[in-house]
């Protein structure tokens, strides 16, 4: 199983990557079908499994209380409703010729009622809350800088502006988790007694 150390890693690296490919696929001035649609979608699904992972860890982190469960469970929620959008996406990638073939399956699915608040609008955004969240705490207690939550929250805020900044907010949660270590490894080193 991977480590926290790893998922704080590699989440970021694989979100980041996620965007690098999305941004080589548009080069032709369409994004998708084809392996690079499935593969930047991929490894974002791969990235969000990680996530969870390293929110789970922040709330051992954080000592287990109410407002870091509810961190866990909101960006868990947000993270199952991304996860849906980018299977849906990648499932539309296989089944469709080209482009325009693509749109026309998006657009009927996205007719179905509740699928766009469920899976694009509101309930992926809950992934983004509750990892401010759980940073906030981290911080709080001082194990994450004091401006973790600031880059948590501007990575969060990025894609709003343009998607191919992605890369930039991956990058900016690479430096925001660069402090945590894997939970047996702090508890050892708290444990420790210094010797005189």
């Known amino acids: 199983m991977t480590t926290p150390r790893t998922a704080f890693v590699a989440a970021p690296v694989l979100m980041g990557a996620y965007?690098?490919?999305?941004?080589?696929?548009?080069?032709?001035?369409?994004?998708?079908?084809?392996?690079?649609?499935?593969?930047?979608?991929l490894c974002f699904l791969a990235a969000l499994v990680l996530f969870v992972q390293g929110f789970a860890a922040m709330r051992t982190m954080t000592g287990g209380g109410r407002l870091s469960t509810v961190g866990l469970w909101t960006g868990t929620a947000g993270a199952v409703a991304l996860a849906g959008q980018f299977a849906i996406d990648l499932v539309v990638g296989f089944m469709s010729a080209d482009r325009g073939a693509m749109e026309e399956m998006f657009t009927r699915i996205q007719d179905i009622p509740g699928m766009l608040p469920v899976f694009y609008e509101l309930v992926p955004l809950l992934f983004f809350v509750g990892q401010l969240i759980l940073v906030a705490q981290l911080a709080a207690r001082r194990v994450l800088k004091p401006w973790a939550p600031v880059l948590v929250l501007v990575s969060a805020l990025v894609p709003l502006i343009g998607k191919d900044f992605i890369p930039l907010g991956a990058a900016l949660l690479l430096v925001a988790f660069a402090p945590l270590r894997p939970v047996r490894e702090t508890a050892a080193a708290a444990s420790k007694v210094p010797v005189a």
């Open 19 to 41: 965007g690098v490919i999305r941004m080589l696929d548009g080069l032709d001035g369409s994004r998708g079908p084809g392996f690079a649609w499935s593969l930047g979608h």
